[in-house]
């Protein structure tokens, strides 16, 4: 599969932004998918993942309450809807895919098969 992100921007803090990520193939409803982000100067980290069919999500500590990911199957997207945002939030954002048919704890632990082209999201003070 492959992934296409897209959405990033320069916002000032407490603003929104949604990030959008678009799979190829006809299949996108078999995988669990996930967003991470690498700050500058940092590893990269997961943000939030989401199961196949969107009824279960799973939120990094620090973005709860302010991040929400969700799919649509019938269009090969995933999003992250992302408010308040932070100057801490300012990071690289990639959209990331286990294997098919991998559980959504495959995209907590970090074990991706695909990654998405990252899309920048800068939040200024």
């Known amino acids: 599969v492959q992934l296409q992100a897209s959405g990033g921007g320069l916002v000032q803090a407490g603003g ?16 669990s998918m996930g967003w991470f982000r690498q ?6 980290e997961f ?5 196949w069919s969107g ?9 709860k309450g302010r991040f929400t990911i969700s799919r649509d199957n019938a269009k090969n997207t995933v999003y992250l809807e992302m408010n308040s945002l932070k100057p801490e939030d300012t990071a690289v954002y990639y959209c990331a895919a286990p294997s098919e048919n991998d559980a959504i704890v ?4 970090g ?15």
């Open 111 to 125: 074990r991706i098969n695909y990654w998405g082209r990252g899309t920048q999201v800068t939040v200024s003070s």
């Open 39 to 44: 700050p500058p100067g940092k590893e990269r």
């Open 55 to 63: 009824g279960s999500t799973y939120y990094e500590e620090s973005v």
């Open 16 to 31: 929104s932004l949604r990030l959008s990520c678009v799979a190829s193939g006809r299949t996108f409803s078999s995988y």
């Open 47 to 51: 943000v939030a993942a989401i199961s």
């Open 106 to 109: 495959h995209v907590i632990r």
